[in-house]
């Protein structure tokens, strides 16, 4: 629920964590959780749904009106985590599953008494109206498209291992015939017909996005994959300019884009079930629930 940007090991990468966090930690190592982190919350792009439900529903409601949600991108947020736990230094950021900073590091939810985070997302395919009776296989192939999480953890963490998309997405899929097959099935094979899929720069779109961009060309179409923000994503759907998307975050991440746009693209349903969101901290803090910063 990146610039969800592959890696964290990069100077740039490292650069936007330590901004993130306006510099060195100053947070205490004892005192209050607050004390500790400096009253912090390390998140994201300012425009994901996930910030907002945080910054307009998850402080108030729970009377955290001292705390701040500080706004960077994900590549800042991993680099800030990764310098923070290799020091086993307190720290909170805003997270979501799949994603493989919980198979790099030993990470836990806060528990959210509230529910104001909801349950389990899902990422859905969404496609430009009309892309049936123009590309029907494509439209076919997108349909039939669905895997699991951990599936998708395969792939990000093959490119957080320094891997390129693409490649990672190629590794995958020939590791994974059987489940590829499922989508292909009575696909016919196209003579390089072009389709342009957009998605936005978090290491799960980005999975996703070349792994399906590598099994259309698998069947003969000219792939097109075109990274934007979320806004101009579901624009580019709606406005017919592009043709696809597999990274649309629902009910919660993109839901001010679904109900701006409703109507004028078609959901073909989750490609992807069993995504998660909240507040994210690593094991060894002694801390379980949102509730608790107010301490």
């Not at 090991?9 to 947070?27: I, N, P, Q």
């Not at 192939?141 to 957080?160: A, C, N, R």
């Not at 259309?216 to 998307?245: F, N, R």
Request: charged content about 25%; aromatic content about 8%.
């Amino acid at each position: 629920m990146l610039k969800r940007l592959v890696g964290i090991t990069s100077a740039v990468a490292l650069t936007f964590g330590l901004t993130a966090c306006g510099g060195e930690r100053t947070g205490s190592s004892s005192g209050s959780i607050g004390e500790q982190v400096d009253h912090k919350i390390i998140g994201i792009d300012p425009g994901a749904g996930e910030m907002k439900l945080t910054i307009n529903k998850v402080l108030p409601q729970y009377g955290l009106d001292d705390w701040e949600v500080v706004e960077g991108s994900t590549a800042a947020m991993t680099a800030t985590l990764k310098r923070a736990y290799d020091k086993k230094e307190p720290i909170i950021v805003t997270g979501w599953n799949p994603h493989w900073m919980f198979s790099k590091f030993d990470l836990k939810y806060l528990e959210d008494p509230k529910g104001i985070y909801g349950g389990d997302e899902e990422i859905n395919t969404v496609v430009r109206l009309g892309l049936k009776e123009k590309h029907p296989d494509a439209y076919k192939l997108l349909d039939q498209f669905h895997w699991k999480p951990k599936d998708m953890e395969k792939v990000m963490d093959l490119m957080e291992s320094g891997k390129e998309p693409a490649v990672a997405a190629t590794e995958w899929v020939k590791e994974n015939k059987e489940l590829v097959s499922t989508w292909t099935e009575g696909i016919n094979k196209v003579d390089g017909e072009e389709l342009k899929m957009l998605y936005v720069s978090w290491d799960d779109m980005i999975a996703s996005s070349n792994v399906v961009a590598n099994v259309l060309e698998s069947v003969g179409y000219k792939v097109k994959l075109i990274q934007v923000d979320a806004g101009p994503m579901w624009t580019g759907i709606a406005d017919g300019s592009a043709d696809a998307m597999v990274g649309a975050a629902l009910p919660t991440t993109h839901a001010d884009y679904y109900n701006k746009y409703k109507g004028k693209f078609e959901d073909l349903g989750p490609n992807l079930t069993g995504t998660h969101q909240g507040l994210v901290v690593p094991a060894y803090m002694d801390i379980d629930s949102i509730e608790d910063l107010k301490e």
